[in-house]
């Protein structure tokens, strides 16, 4: 269970029951219901005390009365879990299931501890976010969003499953819009999905085999994720420059490692901002197109350029059909609409359809409504442009902060769209206690080990979510943390 609980309960201390009565019933409440289950771990004492409201002894006694009782037990480094309802005549008549043992034995990876706890703080509305993938909510198209679902209640509204590769209209409006980027794809060519992490679900069960290998940049946000270890595949990382994807290891990887497929982001990468240089992308189709290695296309950040327009996408200069590209609509207009797209020849779209079928039976066809009307009302490029604008502010208050206040202890490069800059600090510090440290003052960061293990001098600071006097004030304290170190 996580170092941070929120219990959505507190004891009440108008009650003539003692408080660390209340919190024995609460916990045996929860035991009894099912909800915390024989040999679950429990949240730490002081996780505990704090989503409580209470003293930690407070808390010592209610679980010491707990272990006597019979309902959980103290494993020591191992912590405190949950043994089921001490009833003896329970326990002879029922053979109860252990679900943490299910949970253990699952097949998909768990997230990383730390990625774990980064998902659950995103919503403390206490905290800096100081390193989330997400635009802050002043910059997501609230008004045209609200007049747009307005308009769409005013119209006959399909509550049906949506054809399997996704509402077509839909995707001829994407065909439309990516022919803007240099894509020439055919509505047939193009599968909507449930956000772009799906589509790579979607690949890693349907186009490769279990123990093949990916080759991507190191670091890369794929490693953050499991969509591709949990399917039994390995990622094998290639390094990466100012220019992008070093090419020099890549033909010596793909033999190593008898590679599958490589998947890279080569604008705007996550998390360092790299844009792969013009010169390099047509080598690098080159190179994949000799060698015969499908290339997996991240455009997440495809649209989201700030000073100058980037190089076209890998796919608009496709010739063979080697390159799968994905997009989504959440980087750039709502993460909660969870629309993406894969581009890609036509029997590896259906192929992906028929699993996507299989697996939730089509995206919400209310949301391909919605962004149906979005694309067809114009908006979107207006759009792209305020939030061009904006982002541009944020990224340039970032820097000069960055440039005030890290300028003896860090290093980092001008990003040129996205939403990252990757600062990289000239002595190593424990990334843990940088993290805990920071949380304790309300800022939540992304360390560079997420994306790249050895990446322990690495932050990934977002300029896209935290307001300007959040950054102000997250960018002058996080210096004097580490100067402590």
């Known amino acids: 269970m996580p170092n941070t609980y929120k219990a959505g309960w507190k004891p009440d201390p108008r009650l003539p029951l003692p408080i660390y009565r209340q919190i024995e019933q609460y916990v045996q409440g929860r035991i009894r219901s099912g909800e915390w289950s024989i040999g679950m771990k ?7 005390a704090e989503a409580f409201g209470v003293n930690r002894s407070t808390v010592v006694t209610a679980m010491e009365v707990l272990m006597a009782e019979g309902w959980i037990e103290g494993r020591g480094r191992g912590g405190t879990r949950v ?52 635009l802050s909510p002043e910059l997501l198209p609230q008004e045209q969003i609200r007049e747009l679902f307005a308009s769409l209640a005013k119209r006959p509204v399909s509550l049906g499953y949506e054809q399997p590769q996704g509402d077509e209209e839909l995707r001829r409006l994407l065909s439309r819009e990516l022919s803007r980027q240099g894509i020439q794809a055919s509505p047939s060519a193009i599968l909507i999905v449930s956000g772009a992490l799906q589509a790579l679900q979607l690949i890693s069960a349907g186009l490769l085999e279990r123990q093949s290998a990916i080759l991507l940049e190191k670091p890369s946000y794929l490693y953050s994720i499991h969509a591709f270890q949990s399917a039994g595949m390995k990622l094998v990382g290639l390094p990466v420059d100012e220019g992008g994807l070093r090419l020099s290891e890549l033909e010596r990887c793909w033999r190593t490692y008898r590679a599958s497929m490589l998947y890279t982001i080569p604008t705007f990468h996550n998390p360092t901002g790299t844009v792969m240089s013009e010169s390099r992308r047509q080598q690098l189709l080159t190179l994949c197109e000799t060698i015969g290695l499908p290339v997996l296309e991240d455009g997440a950040y495809q649209e989201l350029w700030l000073d100058r327009e980037p190089p076209a996408p890998l796919k608009s200069r496709d010739e063979h059909g080697i390159v799968l590209h994905v997009g989504t609509m959440s980087k750039a207009v709502s993460p ?46 207006p759009h792209l442009e305020h939030i061009g604008k904006r982002l541009r502010e944020r990224r340039d208050a970032m820097l000069a902060l960055l440039d ?23 002595s190593p510090i424990p990334v843990q206690r940088l993290f805990n440290q920071a949380l304790k003052h309300g800022i939540l960061l992304n360390p560079g080990v997420l994306y790249d293990r050895s990446a322990v001098r690495q932050l990934r600071l977002s300029y896209a979510y935290a307001s300007l006097a959040e950054l102000e004030h997250a960018l002058k304290l996080l210096p004097q943390l580490i100067r402590s170190r």
């Open 42 to 48: 429990l949240p730490p004492q002081r996780a505990l």
């Open 83 to 134: 043994i089921g309802i001490p009833d003896e005549r329970v326990r002879r008549t029922m053979n109860l299931p252990d679900w943490n043992a299910y949970v253990e034995e699952g097949a998909h990876y768990p997230n990383l501890p730390m990625i774990q706890r980064i998902n659950r703080l995103e919503f403390d509305r206490d905290i800096i976010r100081l390193g989330t993938g997400e």
């Open 336 to 381: 909660g609409l969870r629309i993406g797209w894969v581009v890609g020849p036509e029997p590896v779209i259906e192929r992906l359809a028929d699993i996507k079928m299989q697996t939730d039976y089509g995206s919400s066809s209310l949301s391909q409504q919605a962004a149906k009307m979005w694309f067809a009302s114009g908006m979107h490029l």
């Open 404 to 426: 005030a206040h890290w300028s003896d202890i860090a290093d980092w490069s001008r990003p040129e769209g996205g939403f990252y800059v990757w600062v990289s600090l000239r």
